[in-house]
């Protein structure tokens, strides 16, 4: 494949009509679509003031869409210091959907895995600042997290167990024990700027369950007792940190406290760290049309490769290069037109909307002119295997479009792990936690491989099927030139 081969190819399809406008046409789909879904899209909130626009996504630290709600029994602590307590009797309440209209259906038990109690710092009450906590959860043992996105495991153990948090100076560091002697550090993480004057205590939280794509009421309870301050001596404080009120005035789902013969029962409902689902309208959304784009790439990209071999011409590699080529000018297009477009109008129609770093918006961005690219090339590739058209259309559409719409539905998710369908996932621009609990669908916003690893899975099968394509072409012209040779003259 020289220059002059690669110049021929580019001037065949530049001056094909149909394939020209067939690339104006998956740019003009995607882009229609995801305007049309992102100008309609319109979401509501109930807050303490009636129905109205929802409130823009709470930030972390580190600008992450976060939840920052929970019950906390704590006082100030100044300079350095330490808190230790035995926690225990985690228990809860969850809201399941009424099996009685209009009668509440509560069940006793803890939301697992991620119900939580334990002890927590931070500067201030303020809602989105650094903090740092100890914990036990309700299926995966003890955990130490801070500043929302950060989770590392301790011991994989149910039951009481003894926790301790430490602080010196901006360093936090959290133990945990069994018995009370022997102590076990689970991580020391940094809060910079950490002022001299701090909350220190005891909370309990727990995120909503999963039921049908809603996260319902739950609660959790837990006993703390044994517990031990040094640097602080004051008297408890209690604060529903981020309740919400209703119109009358009065706490929806108020957290409480009792203290009780040197111990201390929380109750709390909310969560804190990362959110996915009611964190706002994802970027994502605006290349849902990106999968009836793809269709028209993948009829261009066959088509390239079919109208000359019926000719007998046409290198399939310098073929492969220009229809890549052109597939991610045309992806980059697209995804440069509609992703800023229709998060516009999301925020226009004052709907949330999560936040997205520059990185991560041009990595959607660049990530779907480059599944465009591959899927064009894949289908060109199977193309020159097959050598018939409409079965090489069927097989690239049913390869990397099918998996994606049937993923969307619900059905056979684990297609996006082992079908080039696993592409999409470079669109995912709202990245998923470990220590948070998220329905696993694409509607909200889960994807089983990272989105790098889900484009090398398309781009290794776009590079096997072009090769194998390289490969049949070579040995087929070798059986015509040895004939050719022992013609009759």
């Known amino acids: 494949m020289d220059r002059t081969t690669l110049s021929a190819e580019w001037t065949r399809f530049r001056t094909g009509r149909g394939w020209v406008l067939g690339m104006v046409a998956s740019v003009l789909v995607t882009v229609s679509i995801g305007l049309l879904v992102t100008g309609s899209a319109r979401t509501t909130c109930v807050t303490g003031k009636g129905e109205g626009p929802c409130p823009a996504p709470l930030l972390g630290p580190d ?120 102590w076990t550090e689970v991580g020391t993480v940094t809060l910079a700027g950490l002022p001299r004057t701090v909350e220190i205590g005891l909370f309990a939280a727990s995120p909503g369950a999963l039921t049908d794509m809603t996260g319902r009421f739950a609660q959790a309870t837990a006993t703390f007792d044994q517990i031990a301050l040094r640097g602080a001596n004051g008297s408890w404080r209690h604060d529903d940190v981020g309740v919400t ?51 028209l790439v993948i009829v261009v990209a066959v088509t390239f490769f079919t109208a000359d071999h019926r000719r007998g011409r046409g290198d399939p590699l310098a073929k492969a290069v220009v229809v890549g080529a052109v597939a991610f000018v045309t992806g980059l297009v697209t995804s440069g037109v509609v992703v800023p477009g229709g998060l516009a109008l999301m925020r226009a129609h004052q709907n949330p909307v999560q936040p997205i770093t520059p990185a991560t918006g041009l990595q959607v961005i660049v990530g779907f002119a480059a599944l465009t690219a591959a899927a064009a090339v894949l289908a060109l590739g199977l193309a020159a295997l097959v050598r018939r058209g409409i079965v090489a259309i069927g097989l690239a559409v049913g390869l990397v479009v099918v998996p994606y719409v049937l ?68 040995w087929a012209v070798i059986p015509l030139t040895h004939a050719h040779r022992h013609l009759p003259r």
């Open 407 to 474: 993923a969307s539905a619900g059905l056979v998710p684990w297609l996006l792990m082992i079908t080039p369908a696993a592409g999409f996932a470079i669109t995912q621009s709202v990245p998923v936690f470990a220590h948070i609990d998220v329905d696993r669908s694409l509607l909200g916003g889960y994807y089983p491989l990272p989105p790098w690893a889900g484009l090398t899975v398309i781009c290794g099968y776009a590079a096997l099927v072009l090769w194998l394509a390289h490969r049949s072409c070579r």
């Open 245 to 295: 009120m209703k119109p009358d005035g009065t706490p929806h789902h108020p957290g409480r406290a009792v203290e009780s013969g040197g111990k201390v029962i929380v109750s709390g409902g909310g969560d804190i760290g990362p959110v996915i689902m009611t964190g706002g309208l994802r970027a994502d959304l605006t290349l849902l049309g990106g999968a009836a784009g793809l269709v």
């Open 63 to 182: 600008g992450t869409a976060v939840a920052d709600k929970y019950y906390f029994v704590h006082q100030p602590l100044q300079g350095d210091g330490s808190i230790t307590a035995r926690v225990s009797d985690m228990t809860g309440q969850i809201r399941l959907p009424d099996a009685v209209p209009g009668v509440r259906n509560v069940k006793e038990g803890v939301v697992v895995p991620w119900a939580k109690a334990g002890l927590l710092i931070r500067p201030t009450l303020k809602q989105g600042t650094p903090y740092a906590a100890i914990m036990i959860t309700g299926a995966h043992g003890v955990r130490m997290q801070h500043n929302f996105t950060h989770d590392v495991a301790g011991a994989p153990v149910t039951g009481p167990r003894r926790l301790r948090l430490t602080r010196t100076g901006d360093t936090i560091t959290g133990h945990e024990s069994g018995d009370g002697r022997t």
